[in-house]
DNA sequence: TCTGGGGTCCTAGGACCC
DNA sequence: TCTGGGGTCCTAGGACCC
């Protein structure tokens, strides 16, 4: 048996946990550039603010109601997320335990007999809770698209699960499957529901679970749907993954705070990202080969995926290398290649591919020793950076105006992981 | 001029996720 | 005026090789 532990309203709790006066009260935390909604605290729900939904959409109803509005944080919840996935690691060991996202994880139940899975879902609820403060919701089933139907549930219906649902019965399942819209299944967006309500009357996961294998074959993109299937019919066909180290592509992208026409500006934000790129690379022990730099101008739709973006130009290194300096030049010639004079731009964005591991990390035989110190003075400038406040330490090429900088007006403190801005006890 | 089967690598694009 | 920012997997098709 296989199960997920979701955090509650993540980003909205995380702000909370320093704020007890909010608790009870409405909250919302913007993305970046306080574009839009993306996470609501229960009241918010109840509100009617819509996730997702942009800002200005809401603000009307955020003033009259007095809606706490937080800027995104992800320093605090990038440590607050850490905590809660520890803690599962050591109540049930490190190699029982998937995290799939920053606020959710799998674990791997089977060691228990399946009669004792309500016991063991309520502790390790508990246990989180009180240890890391975060509330969370736990979803357990023989497979992990059940367990993500068992957990929405579980949150859906909170009055009667308390946050845990345990389907450890076939009545249970179907039960739990004729209560879920089919648009709502782990792995069926819009898209593929849309065809399916249109073309085959299927409109819940029930329904859909007594398709064939083949159905999901031919349908639901190839492999991928016939394991949908087959994790619908409870045949685990999902696998507990290792941690996933080392991604295969890193990306830096940001919309800017407002539209930008001048070349300069852009280059700077582009050598911006492209640091910041590069500390994610240097962070896994990578080094990449590819450079993608792509600009979005203030017409187009910039929910495109690079690809999708008119102006998006590559180019192969010699050699990867996880250097700054080494990344940025490049990228900051592609700029020169997109720019086109008078067009103004509202978002740019690199993206790092052809990623190895990085060996020049101990000294070798093969690298200078100017690469060694290099090397050093990298990891020099990440922990600087870290540990003090952004960027102390940055390249020239990065500017020093930043009139291209992402509005952040609700920011809140980072109480974990800066020393300056750590929470005061009175 | 035409003829074969089998393989790899890479890229673009389509879907999905949080 | 005003709408994140990351990722993943899979497939098809082209280029190239023996």
Known sequence: MKAIVDCNNFYCSCERLF??????????????????????????????????????????????????????????????SWRVMETLRIILGRNNVEVYSVDEAFLDLSIFPPNELPVIAEKIKKTVETWTGIKVSVGVAPTKVLAKVANRLSKKYVQQYK???????????????????????????????????????IYDAYQLSRMSEDFGKVYLG???????????KGIPSKDMEEELVTKRMIATTRMFGKPVGNIDSIKEAVATYTSRAAEKLRRQHSAASVINVFVVSKGENHNVDFRGATSSKSIILPAATSFTNELIKPAVALVDKLFIEGTLYKKAGVILGGIVPDNSIQGNLFVSETKNCERKLMD????????????????????????????????????TTRWNELFEVK
Not at 30 to 39: A, E, P, R, V
Not at 173 to 195: P, R, S
Not at 406 to 412: C, G, T
């Open 19 to 80: 704020k007890p006066h909010l608790d009870r009260k409405p909250v919302v935390v913007l993305s970046n550039n306080d574009g839009c909604i993306i996470s609501r605290s229960n009241e918010a729900k109840k509100l009617g603010v819509e996730m997702a939904g942009p800002y200005f959409k809401a603000k009307p109803l955020i003033e009259k109601y007095d809606v706490a509005v937080f800027s995104s944080n992800y320093n605090l919840y990038g440590d607050l």
């Open 222 to 232: 190839g492999v991928v749907g016939s394991r949908l299937l087959r994790e619908l």
């Open 380 to 415: 020099m400038i990440d922990n600087v950076n870290f540990s003090q406040r952004d960027d102390v330490l940055k390249f020239a090429a990065s500017g020093t105006t930043r009139n291209w900088k992402m509005q952040q007006n609700f920011i809140s403190d980072r109480y």
């Open 163 to 201: 946050g845990v649902m345990v389907l450890n019965s076939k009545e249970k399942i179907i039960a739990a499957l004729k209560q879920t819209e089919v648009g709502d299944i782990w792995g069926v967006g819009y898209q593929y529901a849309q065809k399916l309500k249109e073309q085959w009357s």
